[in-house]
């Protein structure tokens, strides 16, 4: 009887360590299994940005048409101007509600056009011609929504008086996994000195489509 009793006690024993030991597994080890999924999610959002950024500027350059297909569980939208990627996760890699630039050109650098308050410009040779943020927000004890934003800007030469902008156009427009996204060159404009405050503005007319 006794013997019994101690099998018994044994297994009762047993299967509590076994359920502390699940329980405390699942209590730490789902968590870090999820900010290491975000972590991952966030990471390539980023790259995937970078990305769309580099085809944007090599279709300006050399013209022709590239696309880029949506492999991200985001939305990603398309304004006339700028294009954004958001992301919902349950953490951040980011800091709380401030912009941070992540290419080497931020906002703050930007200089004023003397003739024309609405432009910001960057230095040719210097700034990047974009301008690309992220941002990320809580909206709950557990809820973030982490925004990716390109936004191109005018270059200016101090040295002569030629400007350079990457200029985007198209239908707003936005999508989410499995969407494609099209970049196609519409061709260069030049801005006679006479119609900008006396310098010449070379515009690269790039088309975005989300289709």
């Known amino acids: 009887m006794k013997k019994g009793q101690q099998e018994a006690l044994s297994a009762v024993l047993i299967s509590g360590i076994l359920i502390g030991v ?3 597994v699942y209590f730490w080890g789902i968590p870090l299994v999820q900010k290491n999924k975000d972590n991952s999610l966030l990471e390539t959002a980023e790259t995937f940005m970078h990305d769309l950024d580099t085809k944007i500027k090599f279709v300006a350059n050399n013209g022709g048409r590239d696309q880029l297909v949506v492999t991200l569980p985001g939305i990603i939208r398309f304004d006339g101007k700028i294009i954004e990627l958001s992301i919902a996760t349950e953490g951040t890699i980011y800091a709380i509600d401030s912009p941070i630039p992540l290419g080497r050109t931020s906002s703050t650098n930007l200089k004023l056009d003397p003739y024309n308050a609405t432009i ?4 040719w040779g210097v700034d990047d011609p974009v301008i690309y943020t992220v941002k990320s927000t809580k909206y709950g004890e557990t809820s973030y929504e982490t925004d990716y934003v390109l936004e191109y800007i005018q ?3 101090d040295k002569t008086t ?20 099209v970049i196609e060159s519409v061709g260069d404009q030049t801005i006679l000195p006479a119609d900008n405050n006396g310098r010449t503005l070379i515009k690269s007319t790039v088309r975005i489509s989300i289709v």
Request: no cysteine; hydrophobic share 35%.
């Open 22 to 24: 699940v329980g405390s």
């Open 120 to 123: 910001r410009y960057g230095v």
């Open 155 to 157: 270059l200016r030469n």
């Open 162 to 181: 030629r400007d350079f902008v990457i200029e985007l156009t198209g239908n707003g427009a936005s999508g989410g996994l499995d969407r494609t996204i």
